[in-house]
């Protein structure tokens, strides 16, 4: 069984401070662990994802995580938030099994609100 | 490249209606997924489709059924519907049945049960 736990269901930034989300999971088998955002009527877009090889994970608008196996977490970082990034983020995990098929487990969200 | 697209993307419905939603995945994709978005329970898997079969489905009663059509098109029902269906239902595809590839997102469908 999998479960994620982002602390923080509202996180707010100044405008050009470090953005910091987390994200803890729980996973019986290796697994690949994702962060999404969702902006206000709209689906959920791929931020980043970690399957294997290097922790610390680049992905698009400036965001990294890094994976932690012995902390078993997945932190969201960015080093200046934008207005733009306000929106919801979700940290999401799946087996690390090709044959488990695309079944992903959110956490619950963190809502990001960024003050000019 | 056109993305996933769902339709319709708003719908009323009274208590006891079912409700069929459909789904069209990116072009050349194969694997499609559903998910519940509620206020209260978050994001929750509902199932997944490859090739026309049913991969995995999640912990939701037998009211919620699907399938998936030759074209990779897909479309989920819902029977008898109760007032905690109202969710944002989101279907997202992927090339293929693995996980690690990334699972491209529809705006979803809004479901508005009275």
């Known amino acids: 069984a999998q479960s994620v736990t982002q602390l923080g269901s509202h996180v707010s930034v100044s405008e050009g401070a470090l953005v910091l989300l987390r994200c803890n999971y729980s996973s019986s088998v290796p697994p690949y662990l994702f962060w999404y955002v969702q902006y206000p009527n709209q689906g959920l877009q791929l931020l980043l994802k970690?399957?294997?090889?290097?922790?610390l994970v680049k992905g698009i608008n400036g965001f990294e995580a890094e994976f932690k196996k012995s902390e078993t977490s997945f932190h969201l970082t960015k080093p200046s938030a934008h207005m733009s990034d306000a929106a919801e983020y979700f940290c999401?995990?799946?087996?690390?099994?090709?044959?488990?098929?695309?079944?992903?487990?959110f956490g619950g969200g963190t809502r990001l609100m960024v003050k000019p | 490249k056109a993305g996933v697209t769902q339709t319709p993307r708003y719908l009323i419905k009274t208590r006891g209606q079912q409700v069929t939603l459909s789904c069209s995945p990116i072009s050349g994709h194969r694997s499609v997924s559903w998910y519940q978005q509620t206020p209260g329970q978050g994001l929750q898997f509902l199932f997944e489709y490859f090739s026309e079969t049913q991969r995995n489905k999640g912990n939701f009663p037998g009211r919620f059924s699907g399938r998936q059509f030759s074209n990779s098109r897909s479309e989920m029902n819902v029977s008898t519907l109760e007032l905690g269906d109202s969710a944002l239902y989101l279907c997202?595809?992927?090339?293929?049945?693995?996980?690690?590839?990334?699972?491209?997102f529809g705006p979803g469908t809004r479901l508005t049960v009275l």
């Open positions: 997202a595809s992927s090339l293929s049945g693995g996980t690690h590839n990334e699972q491209f």
């Open positions: 999401a995990v799946s087996p690390g099994d090709f044959n488990a098929g695309n079944m992903l487990t």
């Open positions: 970690y399957t294997t090889g290097a922790t």
